[in-house]
């Protein structure tokens, strides 16, 4: 099973399933993440480097 992540927070979302539809759910943010949106583990890791480059280690989203 793939987990997908939130590009705000980078959280791991829930998936929700149902009507044959299937959406992903930020519990931090509250909010609905589109499949556009939402970062693999891959890009997840690569956006955390990223701002760990920008922002320094210490820094919390
Ligand atoms: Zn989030």
């Given amino acids: ?3 997908y992540y939130c590009p705000k927070c980078l959280d791991k ?3 929700l ?3 044959g ?3 992903y ?4 943010c509250k909010n609905l993440i589109s499949r556009k949106q ?3 583990l ?3 890791d690569e956006e955390k480097r990223r701002r760990r480059e ?3 280690p210490d820094t919390r989203w």
Avoid at 25 to 28: F, L, W
């Fill in 1 to 3: 099973m793939e987990y």
């Fill in 25 to 28: 759910i930020c519990n931090s």
């Fill in 21 to 23: 539809s299937v959406g």
């Fill in 54 to 56: 920008e922002f320094g």
């Fill in 17 to 19: 399933s149902g009507c």
């Fill in 13 to 15: 979302l829930e998936r």
């Fill in 38 to 40: 939402m970062l693999t």
């Fill in 42 to 44: 891959q890009e997840m």
